[in-house]
T-cell receptor
Framework: GESVGLHLPTLSVQEGDNSIINCAYSNSASDYFIWYKQESGKGPQFIID?????DKRQGQRVTVLLNKTVKHLSLQIAATQPGDSAVYFCAENINQAGTALIFGKGTTLSVSS | GAVVSQHPSRVICKSGTSVKIECRSLDFQATTMFWYRQFPKQSLMLMAT?????????EQGVEKDKFLINHASLTLSTLTVTSAHPEDSSFYIC?????????????FGPGTRLTVL
């Protein structure tokens, strides 16, 4: 389950600020994690992934941090833009197990100009 | 690359009719596809796992006779909602797992909005 106080259902930031979205995952055996972005009325869009043998991975304007000790995942978005406004989901899986992703509850990011 | 399409994107039907939703991986092969359902302001709920050439695996509480899944090829899975009722109205999303070594990335379709009157 989710750690109390760790997951925020909504996050409001100003354009240009950095955003940090947190997620607590549930399965200690999970070794593959993905962040998805979902805009209203659309399917989830892959943002970035990370395997459990890493604790940080960077993409374009995004960074994912993994803390296996406390089963915590975070997504950092640099210089947040209005187009980043969406719902962000973390998902976990056991790599190559052929099983479906387990999704977190989602955080709605609102970026104001 | 890694594009997944769904058809139709939106469908309105009368109660009691059946609706078929197609999920296609356009530029990659996917032995395994997944069907999800999403209610407003909620997360994705896994309904079933679709495997090419074999029967789908349904999650607990999902009626297999109501939600028929057929994974006819490595690029196509279909979900048929039979005898649809208003409570079946939802956003249905499929995902496809790319048949590639050392990856479990799933790519999602754009979703199908089903409204049952």
């Amino acid at each position: 389950g989710e750690s109390v106080g760790l997951h925020l259902p909504t996050l409001s930031v100003q354009e240009g600020d950095n955003s940090i979205i947190n997620c607590a995952y549930s399965n200690s055996a999970s070794d593959y994690f993905i962040w998805y972005k979902q805009e209203s009325g659309k399917g989830p869009q892959f943002i970035i992934d990370i395997r459990s043998n890493m604790d940080k991975r960077q993409g374009q304007r995004v960074t994912v941090l993994l803390n296996k000790t406390v089963k915590h995942l975070s997504l950092q978005i640099a210089a947040t833009q209005p187009g980043d406004s969406a719902v962000y989901f973390c998902a976990e899986n056991i790599n190559q197990a052929g099983t479906a992703l387990i999704f977190g509850k989602g955080t709605t990011l609102s970026v104001s100009s | 690359g890694a594009v997944v399409s769904q058809h139709p994107s939106r469908v309105i039907c009368k109660s009691g009719t059946s609706v078929k939703i197609e999920c296609r991986s356009l530029d990659f092969q996917a032995t395994t596809m997944f069907w999800y359902r999403q209610f407003p302001k909620q997360s994705l709920m896994l309904m079933a796992t679709s495997n090419e050439g074999s029967k789908a695996t349904y999650e607990q509480g999902v009626e297999k006779d109501k939600f028929l899944i057929n994974h006819a090829s490595l690029t196509l899975s279909t979900l048929t909602v039979t005898s649809a009722h208003p409570e079946d109205s939802s956003f249905y999303i499929c995902s496809a797992r790319w048949d590639r070594v050392n990856t479990d990335t799933q790519y999602f379709g754009p979703g199908t909005r089903l409204t049952v009157l």
